[in-house]
Structures are given as C-alpha cells and as structure tokens.
C-alpha cells in the first residue's frame, strides 16, 4: 500500500460537570417526553472523560508529535478549567441557549480545541457515562454515538 | 469488511535524552521522562486487522497465527526489556510513544498476509496513548 503513514497522539482528560437537557422551543410536555429524567429542573451530572487525538510529523528531534505538557496546558486551559465543577446550562455561555447534549459538548470542545498551534486536531471522543460515547471530527465529519450497553443507568 | 482487535500487555522501560541536544535542553524539553537511570511502564497495544471473513472458516484470519506473530514481533522483542538500550531499531530514536508505536506497525505489516493491518493503538499508559494506521484508510 502506498499512503504514507499516519500518527496520532491520543490523551484522556476528565471533568465533572452537570446539565439539563431542556429546550425553550419545546413545549413542558415535549421536553419531558425527549428528554425523561435528564429534563429534571435541578440538573443532574457526569465524569466526563474527553479524549484528544491530534495529529502531524514526528519530531526526528524529540520523537514527539507535541509535547505532551504543551497539550495538557491548552486543553486544560481551554476546556477543563471551563467545565470542570460547573453547570453547562448556568456557567457556560455556549449553552445558555443551547442544550448541552453530550452531542453538542462534544463539538464545542472540539471547536474550543481546533486553534491549538503545535499538531492538528483530529478528533475528540467524549465519553458521558462508561456506556454513552460520543466522537466528533470536524464540520466534514457525523458525530458517532456508541452505546456499550443497554443498561438505563444515567 | 470487518476489522477485528488483539490486545496484548507488555511491560518495559525506558528513558528520553537526546545526546545532540545540551542537559538543559533535555531537561526542559522531557521533563522526568530525562532521568538517565529510567522509569517502565505497563503498556498494552491493540492491533486491528481488516478483512472479510473467509467464506470456509469464518476468519479474517486466525487469531492463534496473530497471536505468534505478536508473540514474536513485539513480546520477544520489548517485553520486559529497556527499550533504548535492548531494541535494536530503536538506538537512534527516542522511545516515545509514537516512535515505539510506528516501529510495532513496521514490524507487523510486512507479517499480516491475511487481512491487511488497518490500526495499531499503542496505550503508555490508561490516558495517553499513540494510533498508526494508512493515512486515508477510512473505517467503513
């Protein structure tokens, strides 16, 4: 095969945060049938486990696609200290308006981390609850949902 | 097509210094990983093989000839061992991650002849991990 070979660099960060899926455009009823419990005024929360791949050469130097203390100051920077202990709904701007489904989380962390300078952002893998995974890699991409269980445990 | 995945664990040790670069620039740049007496890790790779399933067997391929080659190809080679001083292809290199991840696909691509090897995840520990794979080879 001719294709050049590709590495990527994947590194797992965690937050807990809390949400509430409701949304203003549905009615008491609508929202409470689509989101169930999740609908629950008070909000609820989740570990959150994000996973960021990125990717780009190897430094013949360093043997590195980025240094590592590089990515953890940036995705910390830009999205742990953001999310970590807060309520999406009342202390993210982002979802003032919009409902923060695992989906839209997933996205926005990836718009959040798509500026950093040292490799190129290729993915970012959500993971809500150890069952509910979330994946997103860009405008071009769909956003994979992978369930590992049927188990009704969140 | 269908992909399918091995997973073995391998322990091993290692150290990053490049002699090119001066004391202060090794340290900067590695941190701890610079201790010139090392430090191991658990590490535990997992190789994706795609193909479609033999129509008489039902395998991309089989998995006890997968398991020998990984047996030969990477245990023989990095398990229990330092990696800088003991792996032969990795003298000149810096065993990072991705440096140790791309030598595991080098050496298993050429060894695969049923199915073709589609990914190789390479995981120093639970939360950092390096991934080889064709560029344009897009999971179905």
């Not at chain 1, 008491?28 to 990717?55: A, D, F, L, M, T």
């Not at chain 2, 073995?8 to 340290?27: C, G, Q, R, T």
């Not at chain 2, 590490?43 to 193909?51: C, P, S």
Request: proline letters at 4%; a negative charge.
């Amino acid at each position: 095969m001719s294709d050049e070979l590709k590495v990527e660099l994947g590194r797992r960060y965690r937050f807990a945060a809390s949400h509430r899926l409701h949304s203003e455009k549905l009615s008491q009823e609508e929202n409470c049938r689509i989101y169930g419990k999740c609908n629950n005024p008070y909000g609820h929360g989740h570990n959150y486990v994000v996973e960021v791949h990125v990717s780009g050469p190897v430094d013949a130097a360093t043997g590195m696609i980025t240094n590592l203390a590089d990515l953890d100051e940036f995705v910390n920077r830009e999205v742990i200290e953001a999310f970590d202990h807060r309520s999406f709904n009342e202390d993210v701007a982002e979802f003032c308006e919009q409902v923060p489904t695992t989906e839209n989380v997933c996205v926005e962390i990836f718009r959040r981390l798509k500026a950093f300078p040292k490799a190129k952002l290729e993915r970012v893998v959500v993971e809500e609850t150890s069952n509910n995974t979330f994946e997103y890699a860009g405008r071009e991409s769909r956003i994979t949902l992978r369930r590992s269980s049927k188990r009704e445990n969140q | 097509m269908v992909y399918l995945t091995r997973k073995i664990e391998f322990s091993a040790s290692h150290l990053y210094h490049n002699p090119v670069l001066s004391a202060e620039e090794n340290k900067r740049i590695f941190g701890k990983c610079n201790n010139p007496h090392g430090h191991g890790h658990n590490y535990a790779l997992e190789v994706t093989v795609a193909g479609e399933p033999d129509p008489v067997t039902g395998m991309v391929l089989d998995l006890k000839e997968l398991k020998e080659i990984l047996e030969r190809e990477v245990m023989r080679r990095m398990d229990h061992r330092f990696l800088n001083y003991e792996v032969e292809e990795l003298k000149d290199q810096i065993p990072t991650c991705e440096n140790i991840a791309r030598l595991i696909w080098k050496l298993l691509e050429p060894k695969i002849t049923q199915g073709r090897l589609f990914k190789v995840r390479l995981y120093e520990s639970p939360d950092l991990f390096a991934e080889c794979y064709r560029n344009g080879a897009a999971e179905e």
